[in-house]
């Protein structure tokens, strides 16, 4: 046999010796199991989403002017007001005079009082002269009084009306009410129909006073 030949026979023989060991190692492998495949879970549901909503449009702010200056104006120049025309007239004093009732004695209280007839009320104006004038009363206790003449409305402040004095002796002390004892201020009547008299052609601003009263004696 030549090179070649023992070559080919050692080349045999060494595919033989691996070929039988591949096959006994592979009946020394144990077999093997087949694993069982897991169970499949149902899917799950989608999480639900929160419906997005459109963005909110930015609020439009209205554009801020500046404040406008007011114009100026000129002061209004009003005209020198006059003082109000004052008539100088001649004076009239008219009041009431009462008797008190025994149940209001020392009180200033008219309530069930009586008209006194024929009681003098005086006015005493203190200028220059102290003119003085008296009046008497009627049957409803009323009287008109007229200042002298040398009395006008522009010193009507310097007069006093003063209940002087009763024609009964049982209802004759002069009480204080409404100055009758002191000396009564004169109010000017407002309602200006009312506030002049005409006598003797003479115009009278009129003046109130009072009402006046008398205390009574009440038995004991």
Known sequence: MGFI?????LTLIALCCFTSSVFSTIAQVPPVKLITPLPTLPPTKAPIKAPTLPP????????????????IKPPVVLPPVSPPKFNRT???????????????????????????KGAVVRLLCKNKKNATSEATTDKNGY???????????????????????????????????????????????????????????????????????????CPK
């Open 5 to 9: 030949g023992k070559s080919v026979l």
């Open 143 to 217: 009287f008109l009084l007229y200042a002298p003449k040398t009395v006008s409305n522009y010193a009507i402040r310097n007069c006093r009306a003063y209940l002087v004095k009763s024609p009964d002796a049982k209802c004759s002390k002069v009480s204080k009410l409404h100055g009758g004892y002191l000396g009564s201020f004169l109010k000017p009547v407002v309602k200006p129909e009312n506030a002049t008299i005409i006598f003797n052609k003479l115009k009278y601003s009129l003046f109130n006073v009072g009402p006046f009263a008398f205390e009574p004696v």
């Open 90 to 116: 001649l004076v009239a004093v008219r009041g009431v005079v009462f008797c008190k009732a025994c149940k209001y004695a020392g009180v200033n209280n008219l309530q069930g009082a009586k008209p006194v």
């Open 56 to 71: 909110a449009k930015a609020p439009i702010k209205v554009p801020t002017l500046p404040p406008a200056k007011a114009p």
